[in-house]
């Protein structure tokens, strides 16, 4: 196993679980509401290449009914790992499916659409982590209130807690429209589903 993909696995692993950013919606409430995030793998990935995940992320008031949901695909790319961004046609078919892991065992490749432009270049930093943005070009557009945006995101994440930033910026003037202005959210896994990755991949 080459690097590159021993990294894959390891991102995977720390990726996939239950995340709350409590203590900080606790701590500054005006700034953040409390936020859930909520990987799973896939029972039957996509495609033999990479890692394939669905996520969701929602307010913790309202887990059915998520603001946000993903099916990501982590590859290695040389020295560094790439994680492409798929949406999911009719996603609201798929809510609460990030806790209810075998209702994922239907979805096919139909069902997602490759979101061009919004992938996210991650690589290890020194103290061990893995650090991710979107690439750049500002294509990874995003349509918000009617505006149409381009999308700046970044993550850190280690095995128990991962940090995460997106914003919107207006193509023609770089303003930011959207976004946290009170800087990243800060997420704490709460429940671990690593082990869910042990027939797909080899940790």
Request: some cysteine; proline content about 5%; charged content about 20%.
């Amino acid at each position: 196993m080459s690097a590159a993909t021993s990294d894959a696995c390891l991102l995977a692993s720390w990726l996939v679980g239950d995340f709350s950013n409590w203590d900080q919606a606790i701590a500054n409430p005006p700034f953040f509401a409390h936020v859930r995030v909520c990987i799973r793998p896939l029972l039957v990935p996509l495609s033999p290449e990479g890692i394939w995940l669905y996520s969701e992320q929602s307010y913790d008031y309202e887990l059915q009914h998520p603001y946000r949901t993903a099916v990501l695909q982590i590859v290695a790319a040389g020295d560094h790992l790439v994680i492409h961004n798929h949406r999911l046609h009719q996603a609201e078919s798929y809510f609460g499916a990030a806790r209810e892991r075998s209702r994922l065992a239907s979805l096919i490749p139909e069902q997602v659409h490759f979101l061009a432009g919004c992938d996210q270049l991650v690589s290890r930093t020194p103290s061990g982590s893995f650090r991710g943005a979107v690439e750049p070009g500002k294509k990874c557009c995003v349509v918000r209130n009617g505006r149409q945006t381009y999308l700046a995101s970044e993550f850190e994440i280690w095995s128990d807690r991962f940090h995460s930033l997106d914003r919107g910026y207006d193509p023609n003037t770089n303003e930011r429209v959207w976004g946290s202005v009170a800087g990243a959210f800060e997420f704490s896994k709460k429940v671990s589903f690593a082990h869910e990755l042990k027939d797909l991949v080899s940790l």
